[in-house]
C-alpha cells in the first residue's frame, strides 16, 4: 500500500515535469518577446523582413538575432541607428541558450514567408 | 540518244544535283540554325521581362505584411523562387538535377529556364528562375518552310541541271553523230566493192580458173571475207537501235556448221586443229542476224588470236555453245574490260574492238550467260548458256 502511494507520487512528478518540458512554443514566444513588443509597437514582422532581406537564409537569421539578444547594440542589430532613437536597446537576454534557440525559431516560424506567397497563373494576354 | 550520251548525262545530273543538294542542306542547316537562336532568343527576351516583372512584385509584397501574398505569373512561365541555400521560399516548378543556378539561360530537355539573382533579397528571395518549353511549333513550322523550299528548288535546279547537261554533252553528241555517219557512209561506199570482189571469187572457183595460184586467192578470200564481217559488225552496231528483231526458233547447229565452213579458209591457212562436238538441232528463239553475229565474232576472235597450229574446239549441246583456243591468252584485268567498245585483247591482230561489245550486247538482249577462262600463253574458253532458251 506505501508502494503503490509511492510510485504514483513518482509518476506524477515525472509526468508534470514532460509537460514543463514541452512548453507551447507560440505561447512562449507571446509571453518572453512579443507581449513587450506588442505593448512598445516594435513593429516585429518588419523587422523579420529586413533580416529575410539582408541574410536570405534561416540559420544565417537564427545566428544574428541571437548574437543580438546576446550582446544588443547598434553593431549587432539589423535595424538602422535612427530606429533606436524611438526603440531603445533592449538588456541582454537572461535566457538559457537551448530557450533562446527554441524562441527565435518560434519567431522566424510565426513570422517567416512560407506558405504565405501564393502563385496565380494568368493567361498570356 | 546514244547509250554513251545518257551514261554521261547521267553521271552529270548526279554530279551537279549532289553538289547543289550539298550546298543547300549546309546552307539550310545554317539558316535553320540560325532562326533556331533567333526563336529561342525571343523567348529569351520575353522571359527577362517576366523575371523583371516578378521582381518588381517582390519589392511590392515585401512591404505588405497579411497572410497571402499573391504572386502573378504569365503562362506558360513556371516559377521557382530560391533563397540563399537555394531552398525553394515558393515554387511551381521542379528543377533538373543538372541545373547550374549560376548560368543565366539554360535548356533541359525541351525546357528553357532563366535564372535571375536579385539584391537586396526581397521576402527572402535570391534566384527567380523562371521556365517554359521552347517553342517547337514555331521550330516545326521553319523546318516544314525550309523542306518545302528544298523540295522546290530540287525541282528546279533538276530541271536546269537537265539542259544544262544537254549543252554540256552537245560537243559530244556532235562528235558521235559525225562518227556514226563517217561509218555509215564507209560502210555504203564499202558494200558494192566487197560483195563484188566476194561474188568474183566464188566464180573463178566455181570455174576452176585460179589454178596455180590457189594460195594467193585462198588469202583475198580470207581478207574479202574479213572485210565483209567488218562491214557485217558495222551496220550491225549503227542499227542496233533502230533494229527490229525478227526473233523465232533458230537451229543453232545449222547455223553453226554453216559459219564454221565459211571461216574454214581463214582456219586452214591458220592451220587450225578444228575439233567439233555439234548436236543436232539445237533451236534457240533468236534473230538470226543476232545469231550471226555472236557467232561470227566468237569463232573469228579464236581463229585471229589463235597460234598457228593451234587447237581450235568447238562445241554445242542444247544448254551451252562453248569455243575453246590455244592462242595467247588474256590476263584478268584484260578480261574484265574485254567486252568495251574499242577495246582489244590484242593489238598484234588487226580490228576495231568491236566484237567482243556486239557478243556482250546480244547476250544481255537474250539474256544468256557468258564465261570466259582464260590463262596467259594457254590460250581462251568462252561459254555461252542458253539460260532464257
Known amino acids: ?125 | 540518244m546514244y547509250h554513251s550520251e545518257k551514261r554521261s548525262l547521267y553521271r552529270f545530273l548526279t554530279i551537279y544535283l549532289l553538289s547543289t543538294f550539298l550546298l543547300f542542306a549546309v546552307g539550310a542547316t545554317v539558316f535553320y540554325t540560325l532562326e533556331k537562336h533567333h526563336l529561342i532568343d525571343n523567348q529569351r527576351q520575353q522571359m527577362k521581362q517576366e523575371g523583371e516583372y516578378i521582381h518588381h512584385q517582390l519589392i511590392a509584397l515585401h512591404k505588405r505584411f497579411s497572410t497571402t501574398l499573391p504572386l502573378k505569373l504569365h503562362a506558360p512561365y513556371k516559377i521557382a523562387l530560391l533563397n540563399m541555400d537555394k531552398k525553394p521560399v515558393a515554387s511551381n516548378l521542379s528543377l533538373p538535377t543538372s541545373f547550374h543556378l549560376d548560368t543565366e539561360y539554360q535548356i533541359d530537355n525541351g525546357t528553357l529556364f532563366y535564372t535571375r539573382k536579385i539584391e537586396p533579397y526581397y521576402l527572402g528571395v535570391v534566384y527567380i528562375v523562371l521556365a517554359t518549353p521552347v517553342d517547337e511549333a514555331a521550330l516545326s513550322k521553319l523546318r516544314e518552310n525550309i523542306l518545302l523550299f528544298m523540295f522546290a528548288a530540287g525541282i528546279f535546279f533538276v530541271i536546269l541541271g537537265y539542259f544544262l547537261g544537254r549543252l554540256f554533252i552537245a560537243p559530244m553528241r556532235d562528235a558521235i553523230g559525225m562518227m556514226n555517219r563517217f561509218i555509215q557512209d564507209t560502210t555504203h561506199e564499202l558494200n558494192t566493192p566487197v560483195s563484188t570482189i566476194l561474188t568474183n571469187l566464188e566464180l573463178i572457183q566455181a570455174l576452176n580458173k585460179c589454178n596455180g595460184a590457189k594460195e594467193e586467192m585462198q588469202r583475198i578470200e580470207i581478207a574479202s571475207k574479213t572485210i565483209s564481217r567488218i562491214y557485217d559488225d558495222l551496220t550491225y552496231l549503227k542499227l542496233n537501235h533502230a533494229y527490229h528483231r525478227d526473233i523465232r526458233p533458230l537451229n543453232i547447229s545449222a547455223l553453226l556448221q554453216e559459219r564454221i565452213a565459211y571461216f574454214s579458209a581463214a582456219i586452214s591457212a591458220k592451220q587450225l586443229q578444228l575439233k567439233t562436238e555439234i548436236a543436232d538441232d539445237v533451236v534457240v528463239p533468236m534473230d538470226q542476224d543476232d545469231a550471226l553475229r555472236l557467232i561470227d565474232n566468237l569463232l573469228s576472235n579464236a581463229i585471229k588470236y589463235n597460234r598457228t597450229g593451234g587447237d581450235l574446239r568447238i562445241a554445242l549441246s542444247q544448254e551451252a555453245l562453248r569455243i575453246v583456243d590455244s592462242g595467247e591468252g588474256m590476263d584478268e584485268e584484260t578480261l574484265k574490260r574485254v567486252h568495251r567498245r574499242f577495246v582489244r585483247a590484242n593489238s598484234s591482230e588487226g580490228g576495231f574492238g568491236i566484237g567482243l561489245d556486239i557478243v556482250h550486247q546480244v547476250i544481255h538482249n537474250y539474256q544468256f550467260d557468258i564465261t570466259f577462262r582464260s590463262k596467259r600463253h594457254e590460250g581462251t574458253e568462252v561459254i555461252i548458256t542458253w539460260s532464257s532458251a
Open chain 1, 1 to 125: 500500500m506505501i508502494y503503490q502511494r509511492f510510485y504514483m507520487i513518482i509518476a506524477i512528478v515525472g509526468l508534470t515535469g514532460t509537460a514543463c518540458a514541452q512548453e507551447n512554443s507560440t505561447a512562449s514566444l507571446g509571453k518572453a518577446c512579443l507581449s513587450c513588443h506588442q505593448a512598445q509597437q516594435i513593429p516585429s514582422e518588419m523587422i523579420y523582413r529586413r533580416y529575410l532581406m539582408h541574410y536570405a537564409s534561416k540559420e544565417t537569421i537564427k545566428k544574428k538575432i541571437a548574437a543580438y539578444l546576446k550582446h544588443p547594440s547598434t553593431d549587432t542589430s539589423i535595424m538602422p541607428a535612427p530606429f533606436f532613437r524611438k526603440f531603445p536597446l533592449k538588456k541582454a537576454t537572461t535566457l538559457d541558450d537551448k530557450r533562446l534557440e527554441r524562441l527565435i525559431e518560434a519567431y522566424i516560424a510565426h513570422y517567416d514567408v512560407d506558405g504565405k506567397i501564393v502563385i496565380v497563373t494568368q493567361d498570356e494576354d
